[in-house]
């Protein structure tokens, strides 16, 4: 199902692209698509059987694009903590405070994942000059912007969730997310 909180805000905007990193199984893709059914769509979700649901939904929509990897301040490959919720794994280990609130979000294993830069699939989007990014990676958000100081030169809106608590481990905290995105203008 599209993630429908998000539709009136869509809605409003005019953006010329959208990055989705953290796309899951691609409910914030569909939304996208529902309130901006032109706007291209390129997503990141390195998780394998997450990224078989989400090509299975947009594999054939024409302007939607995949890429299974995950995003980091370099390229390189990572163990990745695979949570018994799937969309709360993340580069970062689960953290005691996220394992005491959400039980269910323990970890039940880790995989090998690539990890590339967002500025890497800058030909991906070449000539857009109005994304919109969103950032849903489980604490690593800071992480995958410092591998996007390109990219935000591209982006007219960045929508990434944020903790105020650390959940995880080594987590970058709301306040340091967005002082790393005021120096861009954001």
Do not use: W
């Not at 709360?88 to 090998?112: H, M």
């Not at 809106?157 to 967005?178: K, N």
Request: aromatic share 6%.
């Amino acid at each position: 199902a599209p993630a429908i909180e998000h539709l009136p805000v869509l809605r409003k905007l005019t953006v010329d692209g959208v990055v989705d990193v953290g796309a899951n199984r691609g409910q914030f893709s569909l939304s996208c698509r529902i309130a901006m059914p032109t706007v291209p769509v390129l997503a990141f979700e390195p998780i394998p059987g997450e990224a078989k649901i989400y090509k299975s939904i947009h594999g054939m929509m024409r302007g939607v694009e995949l890429c299974q990897c995950a995003l980091g301040e370099t390229s390189s490959e990572a163990e990745f903590h695979l949570s018994n919720s799937l969309d709360s794994s993340s580069l970062l280990p689960i953290g005691k405070r996220q394992r005491d609130l959400f039980p269910e979000t323990a970890e039940s294993g880790t995989i090998k994942v690539e990890v590339k830069t967002l500025d890497d699939f800058l030909p991906k989007m070449s000539g857009r000059s109005a994304q919109l990014l969103k950032i849903d990676v489980q604490g690593f958000e800071l992480g995958v912007l410092k591998g996007a100081v390109k990219t935000l030169s591209t982006c007219r809106h960045v929508y990434a969730e944020c903790s105020e608590v650390q959940l995880y481990e080594g987590q970058a905290l709301r306040p340091a997310v967005a002082s790393f995105l005021a120096g861009f203008g954001f």
